[in-house]
């Protein structure tokens, strides 16, 4: 057994001592199937240490085990760290429910900046409903899901993009058939000159607005319930690209 995979079967026992709240690390469910991908192939060379085919197999799944660890931790780092600092803006995305009263998740991963598509942007949320219901989100992980992405910044500027993202979600969710409406003919029929979600009079934008509000007077209090020396987030007051 290797050293590694010792370590990262300390991650799979904190996945199976975790309850699972609605808002989810996005890297959860393919770290923990690199893992097992992973111990299986650990078992197998110990019958057949000599097979080529096996230790080149096993050392290209390991390559991508400590890749996904590495995002996971990042993101998690920041779930925690969110929560930390705005619990109340937290526990309402972590609670959030559909117009249907169905509970949806919120998966958030981090990724490098130059994986966006255009250059600039710092985060995207998805905008999309299930073919069974127009009041149900959809995105990659399913029906009852919602996608953000978040560009590995300072912890400062994330934070404050996250609290940006929640924004959108926190009326997006409940208000998906009507928004989906609006979202169509302020964006999808027109040149794009706009960003997507963030037109003057979007509701969407407005949740926004609202919630930067209340994350940056949590952040706030959070700095001076910790006092300034002690205090381990950035301060400076660079604002996020995307407003």
């Given at each position: 057994?290797?050293?590694?995979?010792?370590?990262?079967?300390?991650?799979?026992?904190?996945?199976?001592?975790?309850?699972?709240?609605?808002?989810?690390?996005?890297?959860?469910?393919?770290?923990?199937?690199?893992?097992?991908?992973?111990?299986?192939?650990?078992?197998?060379?110990?019958?057949?240490?000599?097979?080529?085919?096996?230790?080149?197999?096993?050392?290209?799944?390991?390559?991508?085990?400590?890749m996904l660890e590495k995002k996971y931790s990042r993101t998690q780092e920041l779930l925690d760290?969110?929560?930390?600092?705005?619990?109340?803006?937290?526990?309402?995305?972590?609670?959030?429910?559909?117009?249907?009263?169905?509970?949806?998740?919120?998966?958030?991963?981090?990724?490098?900046?130059?994986?966006?598509?255009?250059?600039?942007?710092?985060?995207?949320?998805?905008?999309?409903?299930?073919?069974?219901?127009?009041?149900?989100?959809?995105?990659?992980?399913?029906?009852?899901?919602?996608?953000?992405?978040?560009?590995?910044?300072?912890?400062?500027?994330?934070?404050?993009?996250?609290?940006?993202?929640?924004?959108?979600?926190?009326?997006?969710?409940?208000?998906?058939?009507?928004?989906?409406?609006?979202?169509?003919?302020?964006?999808?029929?027109?040149?794009?000159?706009?960003?997507?979600?963030?037109?003057?009079?979007?509701?969407?934008?407005?949740?926004?607005?609202?919630?930067?509000?209340?994350?940056?007077?949590?952040?706030?209090?959070?700095?001076?319930?910790?006092?300034?020396?002690?205090?381990?987030?950035?301060?400076?007051?660079?604002?996020?690209?995307?407003?």
């Amino acid at each position: 057994m290797t050293r590694y995979f010792i370590a990262i079967m300390s991650v799979w026992f904190f996945f199976n001592q975790t309850t699972y709240a609605d808002i989810k690390n996005g890297y959860e469910d393919e770290l923990k199937l690199s893992i097992d991908n992973l111990r299986n192939l650990d078992s197998l060379l110990e019958s057949s240490p000599e097979n080529d085919r096996l230790i080149s197999v096993h050392k290209s799944v390991l390559r991508r085990s400590k890749m996904l660890e590495k995002k996971y931790s990042r993101t998690q780092e920041l779930l925690d760290m969110f929560k930390e600092v705005s619990p109340g803006i937290y526990n309402a995305v972590n609670q959030l429910r559909d117009y249907t009263e169905h509970s949806t998740d919120v998966y958030v991963c981090v990724i490098d900046e130059t994986d966006f598509t255009h250059q600039g942007v710092l985060a995207t949320t998805n905008v999309a409903h299930s073919k069974k219901s127009s009041h149900v989100y959809h995105s990659e992980y399913g029906d009852h899901s919602a996608s953000i992405k978040i560009a590995h910044l300072s912890h400062y500027k994330m934070l404050k993009v996250l609290a940006h993202e929640f924004g959108h979600v926190l009326y997006q969710v409940p208000n998906l058939a009507s928004y989906w409406e609006y979202f169509q003919k302020t964006y999808l029929k027109y040149d794009n000159t706009i960003a997507k979600g963030h037109a003057k009079n979007d509701p969407s934008h407005l949740s926004v607005k609202k919630t930067l509000r209340k994350y940056l007077i949590s952040f706030s209090n959070h700095r001076k319930s910790n006092g300034n020396e002690k205090e381990n987030i950035p301060t400076d007051l660079t604002i996020a690209k995307k407003e």
